[in-house]
């Protein structure tokens, strides 16, 4: 069966390669212009696959659980997913693990970056929180999409979300609870790779009436927005919490609408 596994990544493969001084060690991750003099140099990038290939499992996080988890399958039936943050160290990661995981005949799907926060607070700190909380509620948005597009395709889906930043692993880990497909983690502490047991949240009652009620409409305004939102107040407002509708409020409600998580439960998990 066809595999796409969608990995958070850090920079794990950056610090290790750093303590091995396999690329300079005393180069704070925070410092982006030095770490995009190393990205322009294609040496780097041949000197990180090298330090890969000595040992791929202990190279980097990301690695390490994927390759325990791909184990002795057909590597022709497997799709990964790398994302990470708009940062020159991360981007230095992704592009050397890869090229690596291209060598040995894996696909790799289009990577995609959201803020890290660093590259932003270069420019303006308030900027860089606020690119950094749009970015966590786009990349769950993405990676649902692009996971329920390969459930759609016939793919099995993982979700990886060992590597990352806090705020990406919760995300990811997110991603794969709502669409109740496999996720696996590795701690340092641990010897083996842990699929966690899948959490998602089911609406019951009158909040599965009020997501069909949505689901037949685009969007649903000004008085009628008001009136379904005073009638099910409570209902609303925990869909809203999990994700599964979007109300606009100015002084008042004026606005409603099922989000594509929301649709996806309906469809999928409530029967």
Known sequence: MKEFHIVSTGVSLITNAQRKNVIESDIKIADENKW???LENPQTIEKLKDFIRQNPRQSCAELNTLLRVIEGKNYDNIEVYLFGTNTNSNELARRAIES???EIGIKLYNPYEVSGYFFEAQFDEEYAKDEFKKGIVELLDRLISIANKKLNEGYYV???PTGGLKAHVITCALAGFLLNCDIYYMNEEFNEVVFLPKLFYLPKGKEIEILKTLSKEEVISGEDAKNLFNKYNDELIRLEIYGLVDIERDKEV???KITSKGKFILR????
């Open 100 to 102: 690596y995981l291209k």
């Open 268 to 271: 999928n998990l409530v029967f």
């Open 36 to 38: 995009k003099l190393l």
């Open 158 to 160: 993982y979700f990886n």
């Open 254 to 256: 004026y606005r409603l």
